[in-house]
Nanobody
Framework: QVQLVESGGGLVQAGGSLRLSCAAS????????MGWFRQAPGKDRESVAAITWNGGNTAYTDSVKGRFTISRDNAKNTVHLQMNSLKPDDTGVYYCAASFTPRRTIAPMTRSGYDSWGQGTQVTVSS
């Protein structure tokens, strides 16, 4: 059974930083593309960042480029999202997602590209 468990969310002032982590189990993590999504109240879930199985390719939504960094540690089955210069618009529930298609050369930036999801962690950025 695949489990994705997010951690690291919280309340932070605008301009601050948070580091999210996602611990994965029950899948061949080292072959899986991983993604981070977020959902603000009343809005659709949107892609934030994605990373290929070996970390060789990453992608970001335009609004977080230069502020967020996705990374992974295949030895520890974890993926991280370092978030700097946070803005109130970054507020939402952040979800980790895993793709079961092995060794994708491009990490998906759409919900349909992922097969398993975590429960989410709340990020609140105050102005």
């Amino acid at each position: 059974q695949v489990q994705l468990v997010e951690s690291g969310g919280g309340l932070v002032q605008a301009g601050g930083s948070l580091r999210l982590s996602c611990a994965a189990s029950g899948l061949t993590f080292s072959s899986a593309a991983m993604g981070w999504f977020r959902q603000a109240p009343g809005k659709d879930r949107e892609s934030v960042a994605a990373i290929t199985w070996n970390g060789g390719n990453t992608a970001y939504t335009d609004s977080v480029k230069g502020r967020f960094t996705i990374s992974r540690d295949n030895a520890k089955n974890t993926v991280h999202l370092q978030m700097n210069s946070l803005k109130p618009d970054d507020t939402g529930v952040y979800y980790c997602a895993a793709s079961f298609t092995p060794r994708r050369t491009i990490a998906p930036m759409t919900r349909s590209g992922y097969d398993s999801w975590g429960q989410g962690t709340q990020v609140t950025v105050s102005s």
